[in-house]
């Protein structure tokens, strides 16, 4: 069975560009939820979609956007980038959605720079 | 507001010996809390522990959850440098699952 596969690995972009960040779950998850992780931060939670319904959002503005397609497939899209957005950007899934209990599969996470 | 908190940020050790993370947490209708480990990017699963089941164990890492305290404990023995990494402790419940910031062990041989 594959993996959470999330494209495309490494990134750089320029302050004030946008970018979209992709991501497959494991076949049959519905749930896809990313987060942001920075030194000393830990991972912090921007949103989960499960069924093509954002179900929860974190405490990002509003440049922070996603959407789930109806195979699962997630997409991010952050716009008018800050250097403060360079982090690691995890995604994970789960069969349910994050409001039960079980545990959630990471991907192997995009590394944005932003310049 | 709903938090976890992770104990020690960072801690050395040497091969064989034991260490024990700590996580505390303060999270309205706590369903779980769950360990990972992050060596380089993607975090894998190590343990869930909730009220039905407060106590873990795989080889050398154990854990155990007290939910009086609201905290649980992540113990390994006998280290070896292959344990060096990030160890994260994530706490969900209805609606959420908040990661606290992580300790970062790392063993030396």
């Known amino acids: 069975k594959a993996g959470v596969t999330q494209t495309p690995r490494y990134l750089i972009k320029t302050r004030g560009q946008q970018v979209t960040l992709s991501c497959s779950p494991i076949?049959?998850?519905?749930?896809v939820s990313w987060y942001q992780q920075t030194p000393g931060q830990g991972l912090q939670f921007l949103f989960e979609?499960?069924?093509?319904?954002?179900?929860n959002k974190g405490n990002f503005p509003g440049r922070f956007s996603g959407r789930q397609f109806s195979n699962s497939r997630s997409e991010m899209n952050v716009s008018t980038l800050e250097l403060g957005d360079s982090a690691l950007y995890l995604c994970a899934s789960s069969p349910e959605s994050r409001g039960s209990i079980g545990e959630a599969f990471f991907g192997q996470g995009t590394r944005l720079t932003v310049v | 507001e709903d938090k976890v908190v992770q104990s020690p940020l960072s801690l050395v050790v040497h091969e064989g010996d034991t260490v024990t993370l700590n996580c505390s947490y303060e999270?309205?209708?706590?369903?779980?809390l769950l360990w990972y480990k992050q060596e380089k990017k993607a975090p894998t699963f190590l343990f869930m522990l909730t009220s039905s089941g407060i106590e873990k164990k795989s080889g050398r890492l154990s854990s155990i959850l007290d939910k009086k305290e609201l905290s649980s404990i992540l113990n390994i023995t006998a280290t070896q440098t292959g344990d060096s990494a990030i160890y994260l402790c994530a706490v969900g419940n209805n609606n959420d699952m908040r990661f606290g910031a992580g300790t970062r062990l790392t063993v030396k041989p």
């Open positions: 979609y499960f069924s093509e319904t954002q179900r």
């Open positions: 999270v309205t209708n706590f369903r779980s």
């Open positions: 076949s049959g998850h519905r749930s």
